[in-house]
C-alpha cells in the first residue's frame, strides 16, 4: 500500500510551475532566512532549471547551464548553498545543518545535470527518482543466504557437542521412520490374512507392536537430548555473538557513531542476535532434520518400488522453483523491514531519553507523528512481504496433497495389477505424508531462513568495519608522560569539509593552555585529534616526542583526563561513577578525589552518600553537583593531560566558583587544554591560543593579547558590551521607582 503521505520531493513539485516534461530531481526544505532566522523555504532541482522561493512567496527560476555554478559550505552550525554565475552571486540559501544531507544530494545532482547539458546529454534511466521517503537508504546489496555460514566461526568452540547433537538427530530420524516400515508385516502378515480366515500370532502381534513403542520411545529421548544440547549451544553462540558485536562496535572510532542512530545499533544487537540465536536453536535443526528426513524416506521408498518413488518426487521440481523464486524477494524484504524498525527503535531512543524537551517544548503530539510515521511505514513494508509468503506457503501446501493424491491414484493401479501389496502400498503412504510434510516444513523455513540471513549480514556489517582510528602493528609503550605536545602541520576534515588547517602549536609539560574562537572555529575538533578520537588527515601530533598514532589508543588515553560540558554520569551509585576510570579504586582514594573536586560535602548529604544512585545520566543531581563528580572522576585516574572542554558554561556563578577550586585542584601539575567562551575563566591560562577558520591566528598571555588588539582583543570587547548591558538591564530591573518631583511652593 502506497504511503498515505507524500515525500517532500513530491509536495514540492505539486506546487512548482514546472513545465510540461520537467522532471524533478532534488528538493531541500530551506529553513533560515538571510540574517539566520527561522523562515520557510524550498529549493528544487529539475533536470532543466533550479528553483527556488521563500515561504509563499512565488517561485523563482535559473535554467542550468555551463556557466552555472552551486557552491556549499558550513560554519558555526549553519549550511549555505549560494548560486552563481561568470560574473556574480545570483542567490544563497541558509539551513541547518539537519538539512545537510539533502543539500549534498541536491549539490550532487545539479553537477551532474549540468556536466550532461553541457555535454548534450540526456538523463539516463537510472537517474535518481523524485519520490523518496524519510527513511534511512536502502543497502545496495541485498543479504544472502551464504553469509549464515560466516557464523561457523562462533560455532567453533562448541564443534563437539554440535557433532553429537548431529549424532543424536541421525539416530532419532532413523528411528521415527521404523513405524512405517513396521506397517508393512502388520498388514500383509497379520491383518489382511485374518480376513481371510488365518488366526492372528499373539506372539508376532506384540513383537511387531513392541517394536512401535520401542522406536517411538528412543524418537522421542533422543529428540529431546537432541533439542536441549542444540538449544543451549545456539544460546551461546548468540551470546558471544552479541559480545563480539558490543566489543567491536567500542572499537570504532567517533566518526561511525556520528552516522548511525541509536536505536538502530540497539536493534542490531538486540533483536537481530536474538533472531539468529532463534533461527540455531529450532529451525536450523527442524531444517537439517528435514533435509535427513527426505534423503532417508527417499532411500526407503526406492528401496520399497522404485517407479513409485518416482512419481512421489513428482511435486519436487515444482517446489524447489518456487523457493528459488520467493527467497530473492524474501531476503530483500526481510532486510528492507529490519531497517525500518530500525528507524521505530530510533524514534523511541530519541524520545524517552529526551522526554523533558518533548514536554517542555510542548511537542507530545509531534513525537506521536513521528512515531506514528515510522510505525505506518513499518507496517507498509511487512504487508508487502505478507503478501508473497500468504500466497506461497497455500501453494507449496496444494502441490504437496495434489502429489500425494497421484500416489494413491499410481499405488491402487499396481495393487489391482499385484505388482505391490495392500501393506506397500499404507506403508508407502505413512513415507509420502512424512516426506511432504518435512518438504513443506522446509519450503516454511525459507521465511525464517532469509530473516536470519537479513540480521546476520546487518551484524556482520558492523563486524566488517575497521576503526578509523587503528591500533599500531608494533605500538610504542607509555612508561610515564610528561605531557609535551607538538602539532605540527596538523589538518582535518570531516568528510569534504576541511576544519582544521596547517595548524602548529607546541605546549609544555605541565603548561595550561585556553582555546578560545568563534563557534565553529575547531576547539573541540582539536580537543578531539589529541585525544585521538580522530586521526590528522594532515600532518602529526607528538606527544613526548613519538606520534601520537604509535601508541596504543587505550594506553594513551590512561593518561588523558576529560572533563566536558555536559557531563554524562552512568546508571550506578556516586562511588561507581567516580571510579570510572579507575574500577579497583578504594574508598579512601575515591573519598579524597571527591574532597579535591569540592564534591564530598553535598555527597554527604544524599540520602546513602557515597552508595546513592544517581538516576539515569545523573538526572537525580543539579549540572553543577554531576560536573564535580566528572571533576572527581578525572582527579581519580590521576591523568598527565587535562581537556576541559567548557566546563563551566552552563552552571549559575556561585556554582561555577565551587567548580573552579575543584578545577584549580584538578590543573596542578599537568598539561591542561581548556576550551571556554567566557574568557574570564581562562586568566590563569599560561598562554591563550586564539582560533579562527582551523586555524592559529594568534597566540600569547592575556595581557599580550589585549595589548595586540587583535582578534582576542575584539573577542573580549564583545563579551564585555554583553556583560555590561546585561548589568544595566539588571539594574532597571532591580532599580527602585523615581520619586516624584516636587511641586513649586504655594503650589497644590
Known amino acids: 500500500m502506497p504511503s498515505s503521505e507524500p515525500s517532500p520531493v513530491l509536495a514540492a513539485a505539486t506546487s512548482a510551475p514546472l513545465e510540461p516534461g520537467e522532471n524533478v530531481l532534488a ?69 541547518t545543518l539537519g538539512a545537510d544531507p539533502a543539500a549534498l544530494r541536491l549539490l550532487a545532482l545539479f553537477e551532474r545535470q549540468v556536466r550532461r547539458l553541457a555535454d548534450g546529454a540526456a538523463e539516463p534511466d537510472d537517474a535518481p527518482e523524485a519520490e523518496e521517503t524519510d527513511f534511512a537508504a536502502e543497502s545496495p546489496t541485498p543479504p544472502s543466504t551464504w553469509v549464515l555460514l560466516r557464523l561457523t566461526r562462533f560455532a567453533r568452540p562448541y564443534r563437539w557437542q554440535l557433532l553429537l547433537g548431529f549424532v543424536l538427530m541421525l539416530v532419532s530420524t532413523a528411528a521415527s521412520l521404523v513405524p512405517p516400515y513396521l506397517t508393512i508385516p502388520l498388514m500383509d502378515d497379520v491383518l489382511i490374512p485374518y480376513q481371510n480366515g488365518q488366526q492372528i500370532d499373539p506372539g508376532h502381534v506384540l513383537l511387531l507392536l513392541s517394536g512401535l513403542l520401542g522406536a517411538a520411545v528412543v524418537a522421542w529421548g533422543l529428540g529431546w537430548w537432541r533439542t536441549w544440547l542444540l538449544a543451549i549451544v545456539s544460546e551461546r553462540i548468540g551470546a558471544d555473538l552479541r559480545t563480539a558485536t558490543f566489543d567491536h562496535l567500542l572499537q570504532l572510532s567517533l566518526d561511525y557513531f556520528g552516522s548511525k542512530r541509536t536505536g538502530d545499533l540497539m536493534s542490531r544487537i538486540g533483536s537481530e542476535s536474538d533472531r539468529i540465536c532463534v533461527f540455531l536453536s529450532l529451525h536450523a535443526l527442524d531444517f537439517a532434520t528435514d533435509v535427513l528426513m527426505i534423503t532417508m524416506t527417499a532411500v526407503i521408498l526406492f528401496n520399497i518400488n522404485p517407479s513409485l518413488a518416482l512419481v512421489t518426487l513428482l511435486p519436487l521440481p515444482f517446489i524447489a522453483w518456487m523457493i528459488h523464486l520467493v527467497r530473492d524477494r524474501l531476503r530483500t524484504g526481510f532486510e528492507k ?33 513521528r512515531f506514528r510515521r515510522a510505525n505506518r511505514h513499518n507496517l507498509e513494508v ?79 556489517d558492523i563486524l566488517d568495519l575497521v576503526s578509523n582510528v587503528p591500533v599500531p602493528a608494533q605500538p610504542v609503550a607509555i612508561d610515564r608522560l610528561e605531557g609535551r605536545l607538538s602539532l605540527q602541520g596538523v589538518g582535518f576534515r570531516y568528510g569534504s569539509r576541511s576544519v582544521i588547517r596547517a595548524l602548529d602549536l607546541d605546549i609544555r609539560p605541565g603548561e595550561m593552555i585556553g582555546l578560545v574562537g568563534h563557534s565553529g572555529s575547531g576547539k573541540s575538533t582539536l580537543v578531539n585529534l589529541i585525544c585521538r578520537f580522530y586521526d590528522v588527515t594532515d600532518g602529526a601530533i607528538k606527544v613526548d616526542g613519538v606520534d601520537l598514532r604509535r601508541f596504543r589508543v587505550a594506553d594513551f588515553r590512561r593518561h588523558i583526563g576529560l572533563v ?119 586568566r590563569r ?64
Do not use: C
Not at 512567496?57 to 555554478?69: I, K
Not at 578525589?593 to 538526572?619: C, N, T
Open 27 to 95: 528538493s531541500l526544505d530551506v529553513d533560515l532566512d538571510a540574517e539566520d532566522r527561522f523562515a520557510a523555504g524550498q529549493l528544487l532541482l529539475t533536470d532543466r532549471r533550479l528553483l527556488a522561493r521563500a515561504g509563499a512567496d512565488t517561485w523563482q527560476a535559473w535554467p542550468l547551464g555551463p556557466a552555472l555554478s552551486l557552491q556549499h559550505a558550513d560554519h558555526g552550525g549553519v549550511g549555505q548553498l549560494s548560486l552563481h554565475d561568470t560574473s556574480a552571486r545570483l542567490a544563497v540559501w541558509r539551513y
Open 337 to 369: 523491514i529490519d531497517r525500518v524498525w530500525g528507524e521505530v527503535t530510533s524514534v523511541l531512543a530519541d524520545t524517552i531519553p529526551g522526554i523533558r524537551v518533548v514536554k517542555a517544548f510542548a511537542q507530545e503530539k509531534r513525537e506521536s507523528e
Open 382 to 460: 511487512n504487508d508487502r512481504l505478507n503478501k508473497t509468503w500468504s500466497l506461497f506457503s497455500p501453494t507449496v501446501s496444494l502441490l504437496t496433497e495434489i502429489g500425494l493424491l497421484v500416489v494413491w491414484a499410481f499405488g491402487i493401479w499396481l495393487v489391482s495389477r499385484n505388482q505391490i501389496t495392500v501393506g506397500v502400498l499404507t506403508a508407502f503412504v505413512a513415507y509420502i505424508g512424512r516426506f511432504y510434510g518435512r518438504l513443506d516444513s522446509m519450503s516454511r523455513i525459507v521465511s525464517v531462513t532469509q530473516k536470519a540471513a537479513a540480521g546476520a549480514m546487518r551484524i556482520f
Open 564 to 682: 566536558l560540558q555536559e557531563p554524562f554520569l552512568f546508571f550506578g551509585t556516586v562511588a561507581e561513577n567516580i571510579a570510572y576510570g579507575k574500577p579497583g579504586a578504594t574508598r579512601e582514594e575515591i573519598i579524597a578525589a571527591a574532597r579535591a573536586a569540592h564534591a564530598h560535602e553535598f555527597i554527604l548529604r544524599l540520602p546513602h552518600g557515597y552508595d546513592s544512585m544517581v538516576g539515569e545520566r545523573g538526572q537525580g543531581l543539579s549540572g553543577g553537583e554531576r560536573q564535580r563528580i566528572s571533576i572527581a572522576r578525572a582527579l581519580l585516574i590521576d591523568p598527565r593531560i587535562l581537556i576541559l572542554d567548557e566546563a563551566t558554561s552552563s552552571v549559575d556563578t556561585e556554582t561555577e566558583k565551587e567548580i573552579q577550586k575543584a578545577l584549580d585542584n584538578l590543573v596542578q601539575g599537568r598539561t591542561t587544554i581548556a576550551i571556554a567562551h567566557r574568557l574570564s575563566t581562562l
Open 685 to 748: 591560562a599560561d598562554r591563550l591560543v586564539v582560533m579562527d577558520r582551523g586555524r592559529v591566528v594568534e597566540v600569547g598571555t592575556h595581557d599580550e593579547l589585549l595589548a595586540r588588539q587583535g582578534a582576542y582583543w575584539r573577542l573580549h570587547e564583545a563579551q564585555a558590551r554583553q556583560v555590561d548591558e546585561g548589568d544595566d538591564e539588571r539594574d532597571a530591573r532591580v532599580a527602585p521607582p523615581a520619586a516624584p518631583a516636587a511641586h513649586p511652593a504655594g503650589v497644590a
